[in-house]
C-alpha cells in the first residue's frame, strides 16, 4: 500500500450541487433559494434568530463608552532607561524620537516617564509627562527633565518653527473673541 492507491471511502465525497443551471437540473430558476425577496438576493445573512426567545444582544445592557479625547500614551520606567544606557542605545540624552524609536510607537503617541527603578548617571529626557517621582530620581542622578507639549505628528504639521522647537512649544489657546456688535 502507498500513498497513490489511497481512496476516499465510497460515498464520503460527493459533486458540488451545481445550481441555477436550467430547469431540467431541478435547481434552475430561482437555484433553490425560492420566489423573490431579501433571502433569495447575494449577499444575505441571516440575522441571530433565537427562536421567540429574546436574543442575546437585547438581554445584555449597554456599557461603557469611547471617549474623543483619549491619547495613546506610552509609559517607560526608570530602569528601563537605565538598562537602555548601559546597553549603549542611549547616550546623555533622549529625545521624542529616540523613545519612539526605542519603544516602536507611532508618531501620534505620548510619552510618560514613570519613576519605577533607579537612574545611575545623569541625562536630559524629554517626554511629554513625568511622574513626581521620576522627576526627583532624574534630578537627584543629576540629569533634565524637558517637558514637551506636541507629538511627532503635530509637530510636523507646524509650519512656523523648526522641528525641534515646535515639539517644545505649548500649544496656543484658543480664544473666543467677542462679536462686534452692529447696533448704533
Do not use: C
Not at 522641528?163 to 480664544?175: C, H, M, R, T
Request: glycine share 10%.
Amino acid at each position: 500500500m502507498d500513498l497513490s492507491s489511497l481512496r476516499p471511502a465510497k460515498g464520503a465525497v460527493k459533486n458540488k450541487k451545481r445550481v441555477g443551471r436550467g430547469q431540467g437540473s431541478g435547481n434552475g430558476t430561482t437555484a433553490g433559494k425560492g420566489n423573490n425577496g431579501q433571502q433569495s438576493r447575494s449577499g444575505y445573512k441571516r440575522p441571530i434568530i433565537e427562536g421567540g426567545q429574546v436574543p442575546v444582544y437585547r438581554r445584555l445592557p449597554k456599557f461603557g463608552f469611547t471617549p474623543l479625547d483619549k491619547k495613546p500614551v506610552n509609559t517607560v520606567n526608570l530602569t528601563q532607561i537605565d538598562k537602555w544606557i548601559q546597553d549603549g542605545l542611549v547616550e546623555n540624552e533622549i529625545t521624542i524620537l529616540d523613545l519612539k524609536s526605542l519603544l516602536h510607537a507611532s508618531n501620534a503617541d505620548y510619552f510618560k516617564i514613570l519613576g519605577n527603578g533607579e537612574l545611575t548617571s545623569a541625562i536630559t529626557i524629554t517626554a511629554h509627562a513625568f511622574s513626581k517621582s521620576a522627576e526627583e530620581k532624574i534630578a537627584a542622578a543629576g540629569g533634565t527633565v524637558v517637558k514637551a507639549f506636541r507629538t511627532l505628528e503635530e509637530a510636523s504639521k507646524v509650519r512656523d518653527l523648526p522641528f525641534e522647537e515646535a515639539l517644545l512649544k505649548p500649544k496656543a489657546k484658543l480664544v473666543k473673541r467677542a462679536k462686534k456688535s452692529t447696533k448704533p
